[in-house]
Protein backbone atom coordinates (compact mmCIF):
# COMPACT_ATOMS: atom_id res chain seq x y z
CA UNK A 1 0.00 0.00 0.00
CA UNK A 2 1.36 3.23 -1.31
CA UNK A 3 1.96 5.52 1.87
CA UNK A 4 3.66 8.01 3.86
CA UNK A 5 4.06 6.77 7.67
CA UNK A 6 5.26 9.37 10.78
CA UNK A 7 6.54 8.02 14.34
CA UNK A 8 5.94 9.02 16.78
CA UNK A 9 1.87 9.84 16.34
CA UNK A 10 1.72 11.65 19.57
CA UNK A 11 4.79 13.23 21.70
CA UNK A 12 4.89 15.07 24.93
CA UNK A 13 8.43 16.38 26.18
CA UNK A 14 9.82 19.35 27.73
CA UNK A 15 11.77 22.11 26.97
CA UNK A 16 15.56 21.54 25.50
CA UNK A 17 15.25 17.78 25.13
CA UNK A 18 16.45 17.43 21.51
CA UNK A 19 14.08 14.86 19.26
CA UNK A 20 13.45 13.65 15.94
CA UNK A 21 10.37 12.71 13.93
CA UNK A 22 10.68 10.40 11.59
CA UNK A 23 9.30 10.15 7.93
CA UNK A 24 9.23 7.66 5.78
CA UNK A 25 7.41 7.15 2.08
CA UNK A 26 7.52 3.88 -0.19
CA UNK A 27 6.08 5.79 -3.34
CA UNK A 28 9.87 6.21 -4.84
CA UNK A 29 8.54 10.10 -4.68
CA UNK A 30 11.59 12.93 -5.39
CA UNK A 31 9.68 15.91 -3.18
CA UNK A 32 9.19 16.20 0.49
CA UNK A 33 7.99 18.14 2.74
CA UNK A 34 7.33 19.38 6.52
CA UNK A 35 4.25 21.39 7.48
CA UNK A 36 3.08 22.24 10.95
CA UNK A 37 -0.81 22.90 11.60
CA UNK A 38 -2.39 25.40 14.01
CA UNK A 39 -5.55 26.50 14.70
CA UNK A 40 -6.57 29.78 12.89
CA UNK A 41 -2.99 29.56 10.61
CA UNK A 42 -3.38 26.43 8.39
CA UNK A 43 -1.01 24.50 7.41
CA UNK A 44 2.83 26.34 7.19
CA UNK A 45 5.55 24.87 5.16
CA UNK A 46 8.60 23.76 7.52
CA UNK A 47 11.40 22.65 5.36
CA UNK A 48 11.15 20.59 1.83
CA UNK A 49 13.22 18.24 -0.28
CA UNK A 50 13.54 18.15 -3.98
CA UNK A 51 15.61 15.27 -3.74
CA UNK A 52 18.48 13.36 -1.89
CA UNK A 53 20.81 15.80 -0.19
CA UNK A 54 18.98 18.49 -1.22
CA UNK A 55 16.72 20.53 0.81
CA UNK A 56 15.76 24.16 1.37
CA UNK A 57 13.55 26.33 3.50
CA UNK A 58 9.58 26.89 3.63
CA UNK A 59 7.81 29.37 5.49
CA UNK A 60 8.61 28.83 9.30
CA UNK A 61 11.79 27.28 9.28
CA UNK A 62 13.52 28.36 12.83
CA UNK A 63 13.92 25.53 15.20
CA UNK A 64 14.08 22.87 13.48
CA UNK A 65 16.28 20.86 10.99
CA UNK A 66 15.89 18.41 8.26
CA UNK A 67 18.47 15.50 6.24
CA UNK A 68 17.53 13.58 3.34
CA UNK A 69 20.14 10.79 2.83
CA UNK A 70 18.02 8.39 1.82
CA UNK A 71 14.88 8.90 -0.87
CA UNK A 72 12.28 7.59 1.40
CA UNK A 73 13.11 9.05 4.53
CA UNK A 74 13.05 12.44 5.70
CA UNK A 75 13.42 13.25 9.76
CA UNK A 76 12.52 16.28 11.59
CA UNK A 77 14.77 17.33 13.81
CA UNK A 78 14.12 20.00 16.94
CA UNK A 79 17.21 20.28 18.79
CA UNK A 80 16.17 22.54 21.99
CA UNK A 81 12.44 22.33 21.35
CA UNK A 82 10.21 25.35 23.02
CA UNK A 83 6.60 25.82 23.93
CA UNK A 84 5.98 27.60 20.47
CA UNK A 85 6.52 24.53 18.94
CA UNK A 86 3.90 22.56 19.93
CA UNK A 87 1.69 21.81 16.98
CA UNK A 88 0.29 19.30 14.60
CA UNK A 89 2.82 18.50 12.64
CA UNK A 90 2.34 16.22 8.91
CA UNK A 91 5.24 14.85 6.52
CA UNK A 92 4.23 14.55 2.76
CA UNK A 93 5.84 14.06 -0.80
CA UNK A 94 4.93 13.99 -4.13
CA UNK A 95 6.32 12.65 -7.35
CA UNK A 96 7.98 15.16 -9.66
CA UNK A 97 6.63 15.69 -13.16
CA UNK A 98 8.81 17.53 -15.56
CA UNK A 99 8.16 21.34 -14.77
CA UNK A 100 5.68 20.56 -11.89
CA UNK A 101 4.12 18.81 -9.07
CA UNK A 102 1.57 16.21 -8.49
CA UNK A 103 -0.43 15.48 -5.79
CA UNK A 104 1.02 15.61 -2.28
CA UNK A 105 0.19 12.09 -0.17
CA UNK A 106 0.41 13.64 3.63
CA UNK A 107 1.45 11.62 6.57
CA UNK A 108 -1.27 10.49 9.55
CA UNK A 109 0.36 13.80 11.72
CA UNK A 110 2.39 13.94 14.79
CA UNK A 111 1.20 15.73 17.85
CA UNK A 112 3.62 17.22 19.62
CA UNK A 113 3.22 18.90 22.93
CA UNK A 114 6.41 21.04 24.77
CA UNK A 115 5.95 22.20 28.10
CA UNK B 1 5.09 36.80 -1.39
CA UNK B 2 2.75 34.11 -1.86
CA UNK B 3 -0.95 34.84 0.17
CA UNK B 4 -4.29 32.30 -0.20
CA UNK B 5 -7.10 33.30 1.65
CA UNK B 6 -10.03 31.26 1.70
CA UNK B 7 -13.86 32.01 2.61
CA UNK B 8 -16.31 31.33 4.61
CA UNK B 9 -14.17 30.03 7.46
CA UNK B 10 -17.25 28.11 7.95
CA UNK B 11 -19.84 26.61 6.51
CA UNK B 12 -23.33 24.97 7.36
CA UNK B 13 -25.52 23.25 4.39
CA UNK B 14 -28.46 21.31 4.29
CA UNK B 15 -28.32 18.25 2.54
CA UNK B 16 -28.56 18.80 -0.76
CA UNK B 17 -28.22 22.21 -0.60
CA UNK B 18 -25.47 23.12 -2.98
CA UNK B 19 -22.91 26.10 -2.39
CA UNK B 20 -19.61 27.32 -3.47
CA UNK B 21 -16.07 27.83 -1.06
CA UNK B 22 -13.68 30.45 -2.58
CA UNK B 23 -9.58 30.36 -2.14
CA UNK B 24 -8.61 33.73 -3.36
CA UNK B 25 -4.50 33.73 -3.98
CA UNK B 26 -1.90 36.27 -5.10
CA UNK B 27 1.01 34.90 -6.59
CA UNK B 28 4.30 36.18 -8.56
CA UNK B 29 3.65 33.42 -11.56
CA UNK B 30 0.89 30.42 -10.65
CA UNK B 31 2.47 27.11 -11.42
CA UNK B 32 -0.42 25.61 -9.72
CA UNK B 33 -3.76 26.14 -7.54
CA UNK B 34 -4.12 22.68 -5.88
CA UNK B 35 -7.69 21.65 -3.30
CA UNK B 36 -7.64 19.14 -0.43
CA UNK B 37 -9.96 17.43 1.67
CA UNK B 38 -8.86 17.05 5.58
CA UNK B 39 -10.93 15.30 8.35
CA UNK B 40 -10.77 15.74 11.86
CA UNK B 41 -7.48 14.00 12.92
CA UNK B 42 -6.06 13.02 9.81
CA UNK B 43 -3.65 14.37 7.28
CA UNK B 44 -5.00 16.49 4.05
CA UNK B 45 -6.44 14.06 1.28
CA UNK B 46 -5.98 15.17 -2.57
CA UNK B 47 -8.85 16.63 -5.19
CA UNK B 48 -7.82 18.65 -7.86
CA UNK B 49 -4.68 19.87 -9.51
CA UNK B 50 -5.26 23.14 -11.59
CA UNK B 51 -3.00 25.07 -14.13
CA UNK B 52 -4.21 27.93 -16.11
CA UNK B 53 -7.06 29.94 -15.89
CA UNK B 54 -10.74 28.95 -17.51
CA UNK B 55 -9.65 25.66 -16.35
CA UNK B 56 -12.16 23.16 -14.60
CA UNK B 57 -12.24 19.50 -12.90
CA UNK B 58 -14.88 17.61 -10.99
CA UNK B 59 -14.83 15.13 -8.91
CA UNK B 60 -18.45 13.16 -7.85
CA UNK B 61 -20.23 16.29 -6.48
CA UNK B 62 -17.57 18.43 -6.24
CA UNK B 63 -16.27 20.75 -9.29
CA UNK B 64 -13.20 23.35 -8.90
CA UNK B 65 -12.76 26.10 -11.58
CA UNK B 66 -9.83 28.65 -11.61
CA UNK B 67 -9.52 32.34 -12.72
CA UNK B 68 -6.54 34.56 -12.53
CA UNK B 69 -7.30 35.83 -9.04
CA UNK B 70 -9.54 33.31 -7.45
CA UNK B 71 -10.34 29.72 -7.19
CA UNK B 72 -14.11 27.65 -6.59
CA UNK B 73 -15.26 24.78 -5.21
CA UNK B 74 -18.58 24.08 -6.19
CA UNK B 75 -20.43 21.57 -4.10
CA UNK B 76 -24.06 20.13 -5.92
CA UNK B 77 -26.39 18.33 -3.42
CA UNK B 78 -23.72 17.62 -0.90
CA UNK B 79 -24.22 14.60 1.79
CA UNK B 80 -22.99 14.69 5.29
CA UNK B 81 -19.99 12.22 4.12
CA UNK B 82 -18.54 15.61 2.54
CA UNK B 83 -18.13 17.05 5.98
CA UNK B 84 -14.58 18.48 6.56
CA UNK B 85 -12.22 20.99 6.08
CA UNK B 86 -11.13 21.64 2.62
CA UNK B 87 -7.95 23.26 1.79
CA UNK B 88 -6.22 25.18 -0.62
CA UNK B 89 -2.31 25.85 -1.76
CA UNK B 90 -0.43 27.28 -4.62
CA UNK B 91 2.91 26.86 -5.78
CA UNK B 92 4.50 29.76 -7.43
CA UNK B 93 6.77 29.58 -11.03
CA UNK B 94 9.73 30.47 -8.91
CA UNK B 95 10.15 28.25 -5.94
CA UNK B 96 9.84 24.77 -4.84
CA UNK B 97 7.50 25.56 -1.76
CA UNK B 98 3.72 25.30 -1.30
CA UNK B 99 1.48 28.09 0.39
CA UNK B 100 -1.63 26.84 2.06
CA UNK B 101 -4.73 29.12 2.64
CA UNK B 102 -6.15 28.79 6.58
CA UNK B 103 -9.22 25.99 5.52
CA UNK B 104 -12.97 26.31 4.77
CA UNK B 105 -14.92 23.76 7.50
CA UNK B 106 -18.00 22.77 6.20
CA UNK B 107 -20.41 20.86 8.01
CA UNK B 108 -23.46 19.18 6.12
CA UNK B 109 -26.64 18.16 8.03
CA UNK B 110 -28.86 15.85 7.57
Known amino acids: EAQVTQNPRYLITVTGKKLTVTCSQN?????MSWYRQDPGLGLRQIYY???????DKGDVPEGYKVSRKEKRNFPLILESPSPNQTSLYFCASSLYAGHTYNEQFFGPGTRLTVL | EDQVTQSPEALRLQEGESSSLNCSYTVSGLRGLFWYRQDPGKGPEFLFTLYSAGEEKEKERLKATLTKKESFLHITAPKPEDSATYLC???????????FGPGTRLSVLP
Open chain 2, 89 to 99: AVQDNYGQNFV
Open chain 1, 49 to 55: SMNVEVT
Open chain 1, 27 to 31: MNHEY
